[in-house]
């Protein structure tokens, strides 16, 4: 089964950048579309970004557009959320999650996700 790792998380002033990669250790990852995914205190996980397979196609939710890009290199089989104008309402763990077929970027949707990896965004 596809074991998805999260990396990048940490604590960052607000307006500041921060970027998390994603990576599946043994698997290929161009086989699934990926995604960005986030747990804020108090609310239900939300799609963020998601990327389609050959990476042609993101959809992103309106609350990160023009800030959050999601990328893959699927030479080095990794998947990035590069974060800018970080805000503390984007303070959460952040996931990661793989499915097969690219589509809606809810939570629903995706197959295969990671442990998380926690963002405080905070002066």
């Known amino acids: 089964q596809l074991h998805v790792v999260e990396s990048g998380g940490g604590l960052v002033q607000p307006g500041g950048s921060l970027t998390l990669s994603c990576a599946a250790p043994?698997?290929?990852?161009?086989?699934?579309?990926m995604g960005w995914f986030r747990r804020t205190p108090g609310k239900e996980r939300e799609g963020l970004v998601c990327?389609?397979?050959?990476?042609?196609?993101?959809n992103s939710t309106k609350s990160v557009k023009g800030r959050f890009t999601i990328s893959r290199d699927n030479a080095k089989n990794t998947v990035s959320l590069q974060m800018n104008s970080l805000k503390p309402e984007d303070t959460g763990i952040y996931y990661c999650a793989a499915v097969q077929e690219f589509g809606q970027c809810v939570s629903e949707q995706y197959e295969y996700w990671g442990q998380g990896t926690q963002v405080i965004v905070s002066s």
């Open positions: 043994g698997f290929t990852l161009d086989l699934y579309a």
């Open positions: 990327i389609s397979r050959d990476g042609t196609s993101t």
